[in-house]
């Protein structure tokens, strides 16, 4: 089987946009984005358009959300929105902290490790019962790191986490209360991080593990337990009565769907729900100084980033998909890194509310991230990406501005989600920038679920792609490894770029096993600057999570670090877990939802030059964890 060629000439199109139309724009809808709305919508055609409001109870948290749910089975979900909500149903042996992520008492209360590192033994909390009223024990632990340990083709059961648990030898169930786990070797992260234990006694009833969709009749052990799912409608969370920690002040969450995310603000304004996460810089700047509204810019822990298709194969190196030719050259990826005005999208995109990007490992863990200042940075400059592309073969044979070689035209598509905004935008300086080096640009907008799809099939040049990452590196470079890529149908581990460097392989596993922090840091460095350098995905920002909530209605929302950070979608349980109802609080006011689609549906934009856009401010994009 052999690397697709790319693509035919016809699909090869002129430049569709120009330089500055984002930048006009962007400037218009913030001067106009408290009164510009548009009407809610639902994920699919067949929901009503606007979703109905459902009448609060005071100790009913509502979060408006657009999260993309692959399955809420905690071995195979890769998703945000999912992940997240499995952080409130099941604990982890150990946690992070929400103060500074350090590592907290999860299903453990107390651990300790032999003083070669490769024996850990943990004392889980006494008298912790699942939401069903039996006891947690040390059995069910074993049994959910047995599940993975024995999938070593991470196919199974082992396809989202199986990073944390390929240095276990073997897991031991001393007594009720007293776990074992022993390692191929010391390792620097505890262990016990990352993989939500599972209730054998629900569990082991299961024909197929990973085939369960684990979105009804939930037995979980965290403060909250999911109560149902509506796909594309509401995902529904209560109160766990039986959890060992401190009851929540809440008794339920509702997770209500809008794919449009002004009417995820204008439901905000009108009281119809009570947090909104992901906003815009437009707005989040639009609702400073509404009433009974508080804002949260949050240090964020994700990357916003243009994943590249090196060549899509599977762990064994079997090659599949359609990816464009060029892109297993290093000299052309790195020829588009050269190409992109990271910085300037930056500043027009998304603003001070974000910071460089540079590599995998977001700022908001300096002692990881590879400095801006690194020597292997490289700077914008079109006439480097042009010499790259040369030596690799692609010029202008025929003088139409698009560089080919073979016959084949340098044109490479970039699918994303229509609904994304921060995409949309960031097309309209791609094009001319990629242009003016000689390569077509080809937007192909689609839906989420589509995205996912051609994603696993390998079905894409590039593509958008934003991560959220743990305080512990090892997970996400974990995922860079050669060993965790999937096949075409996504059997197998999780890939965050479908990419393979066995040099990169080694330094993960050296920093897997270096007990010096400062030793480690500098392998993860180095790991990272391999990454940098072959170019697997080019690194835009680290934005913040921008958050607006009802504090007419709701108090004590929580961030993670607890200095600043972000509410939700953090490394933990810790952003709802203490909201407590304000006493005397309403369901809110405010215009109604229907009366803020009519100014929207109304409402115009002026653009630089006399030209008139309809204003729109779509999600965005929805991220994998």
Not at 146 to 166: F, K, L, P, R, V
Request: hydrophobic fraction near 35%; glycine fraction near 10%.
């Amino acid at each position: 089987m052999t690397v697709p060629t790319g693509h035919r000439a016809e699909m090869r199109r002129p430049s569709r946009l120009r330089r500055g139309f984002a930048a006009a724009t962007l400037a218009s809808a913030v001067a106009l984005a408290p009164a510009v709305l548009a009407s809610p919508a639902l994920a699919t055609e067949s929901i009503p358009e606007t979703p109905v409001a459902v009448e609060a109870e005071p100790t009913t948290l509502r979060i408006a959300t657009s999260g993309f749910v692959d399955t809420f089975n905690p071995f195979t979900s890769v998703y945000l929105t999912p992940t997240q909500i499995n952080r409130f149903v099941y604990y982890n042996l150990v946690l992070y902290s929400q103060e500074d992520g350090s590592v907290t008492g999860g299903l453990a209360e107390s651990w300790e490790s032999n003083d070669a590192g490769t024996e850990w033994t943990y004392t889980l909390v006494e008298g912790a019962k699942w939401s069903d009223g039996e006891p947690i024990t040390a059995e069910d632990v074993k049994w959910t790191y047995d599940q993975m340990i024995a999938d070593s083709e991470q196919s199974g059961m082992a396809s989202a986490n199986g990073s944390m648990t390929d240095n276990f030898a073997s897991v031991e169930a001393v007594d009720e209360r007293t776990v074992k786990i022993v390692l191929e070797e010391a390792q620097a992260a505890v262990p016990g991080q990352e993989v939500p234990i599972v209730p054998k006694h629900i569990w082991e009833t299961y024909a197929n593990p990973t085939e369960e969709a684990a979105d009804s009749e939930v037995v979980g052990s965290g403060p909250y337990v999911l109560e149902g799912y509506q796909p594309n409608q509401r995902i529904s969370l209560r109160k766990n009565p039986e959890f060992f920690g401190e009851q929540p002040g809440i008794d339920r969450i509702e997770y209500i769907y809008y794919t449009d995310a002004e009417a995820q603000v204008a439901a905000l304004r009108a009281g119809e729900v009570d947090f909104v996460t992901g906003l815009t810089p437009e707005q989040y700047e639009a609702l400073e100084g509404e009433e009974g509204i508080t804002l949260n810019n949050g240090i964020g822990r994700k990357f916003y980033a243009i994943s590249v298709n090196s060549g899509s194969a599977d762990a064994q190196g079997n090659p599949y998909g359609t990816g464009h030719v060029a892109l297993t050259d290093p000299k052309v990826r790195q020829a588009l890194r050269q190409a992109i005005d990271a910085d300037t999208l930056r500043q027009q995109i998304i603003g001070d509310y974000a910071v460089p990007g540079t590599e995998l490992i977001p700022a908001s863990y300096p002692q990881f991230q590879l400095p801006a200042d690194d020597p292997a940075i490289l700077p914008f400059d079109p006439e480097s990406s042009k010499t790259l592309l040369d030596e690799a073969g692609w010029t202008d044979s025929d003088g139409d501005g698009i560089r080919d070689k073979d016959g084949e035209p340098l044109a490479l598509r970039l699918t994303f989600d229509s609904e994304s905004s921060y995409t949309s935008d960031a097309v309209q300086f791609l094009e001319p920038w990629l242009e003016e080096v000689g390569i077509d640009l080809v937007p192909e907008p689609t839906d989420s679920g589509t995205e996912d799809e051609r994603a696993t099939a390998g079905d894409y040049d590039l593509r958008m792609s934003q991560w959220s990452v743990g305080p512990d590196p090892d997970y996400q470079l974990g995922i860079n490894t050669c060993a965790s890529r999937p096949n075409a149908e996504g059997v197998g581990g999780t890939s965050q770029d479908g990419w393979c460097n066995p040099e990169f392989d080694a330094l993960y596993q050296q920093q897997k096993t270096e007990l010096d922090p400062e030793k480690r840091a500098q392998l993860v460095h180095d790991a990272q600057r391999i990454h940098y350098t072959d170019t697997a995905a080019i690194y835009l920002w680290y934005p913040n999570q921008l958050e607006a909530y009802r504090s007419d209605r709701f108090t004590n929302f929580q961030g993670m670090p607890a200095e600043g950070g972000q509410i939700s979608g953090a490394s933990g349980p810790w952003g709802f877990a203490a909201v407590q109802p304000v006493e005397g609080g309403d369901s809110g006011g405010g215009m109604s939802t229907g009366a803020w689609i009519g100014i929207g549906a109304a409402a115009v934009v002026l653009l630089g030059g006399g030209g008139f856009l309809a204003a729109r401010r779509k999600k965005t994009a929805d991220s994998r964890e």
